[in-house]
């Protein structure tokens, strides 16, 4: 396993995270631990959870696993999210809101501080110098490491990094979005702010929701157990024919150099500067060894102009 630091901080996370939104859910507590156990003996460090994943069961699972090995790893939750992934109408961005969310959390961590303390989805009716000057005092207290956004637009972030600085408060050091061989927007309209701004990324959905694992065909029976067995969820997520075509340059292209599109999908994202640490998922061990020995293929930049090709 190899290491990276968030953006522009100290902190230290390993190229491949866990993430445990399945946890409790999809994934029983028992098999969940074995998961979480087989991470840390991979040299995994980064953990990412959040208040509202399996109504907070998530936080509970990963502290139970952790134990004594909480001090070796990186626990990065959020809040302000609901259930469904909106924001909160609570005014998750509210002092007030923040202030209980974080209590909560650190009671079903089972810790004192949390590393990385992100905002799940922004809150369009809070000031945004309300939620950073009570991140800022979290980060005082020690209760939050580092500060962090998710599913946040490039203005936003461009806003609170620099009302931020004029405050002299803590800046946010990282942010979560939806990146991967076959979703790469955000490198039109995100990277020019993150990068100016000092933000890592930290990639979710790295596979495109089980595409980019080599399991799909698009003139094959969809494997059953498999997230895309309903076809349904095939449709709504616009599984189009443009994007098979995509799928299958991709597969015939980690082929020919002896790589499972898995290696590929994973390769490629450590392969770019801006991500700190791939967020995968797993519902079994075995799919997180895989996606751990996956980021070994270290792509040359002649491949690298190739995927673009292929891919943009």
Known sequence: MRYRTVGRSGLAVSEVGLGTSNFGIRVERRDAHSIIGAALDLGVTLFDTADVYGGGHCEEILAES????????????????DAAGLPSDARGGSRSYILKAVEQSLRRLATDYIDLYQMHVPDPRTPIEETLMTLDSLVR????????????????IVEAQLIA??????????????????TREIESTTFPATDRYGLGL???????????????????????????????LMKERSVTEAKWKVLERLRQFAQERG??????????????????????????????????????????????LAIDELTV
């Open 141 to 156: 207290q020690g209760k939050a490491r580092y500060i962090g956004v998710s599913n946040m637009p490039a203005w936003q």
């Open 202 to 232: 930290l990639p979710t959905l790295p596979l495109a929701e089980g595409l980019l694992t080599g399991k799909y065909r698009q003139d094959s029976p969809v494997p059953e157990g498999t997230r895309l067995a309903n076809l349904s």
């Open 165 to 182: 600085q004029q405050l002299g408060v803590h800046r946010f050091v990282s942010f979560q979005a939806r990146y991967n061989l076959l």
């Open 66 to 81: 952790l134990g004594k090995r909480r001090k070796d790893v990186v626990i990065a939750t959020k809040w302000g999210a």
């Open 259 to 304: 790589h499972t599109l898995l290696e590929l999908a994973m390769s490629w994202l450590i392969s770019r500067r801006q991500v700190c640490s791939i967020i995968a998922g797993a519902s079994r061990t075995e799919q997180l060894v895989e996606n751990v020995a996956a980021t070994g293929w270290r792509l040359s930049t002649e491949e690298l």
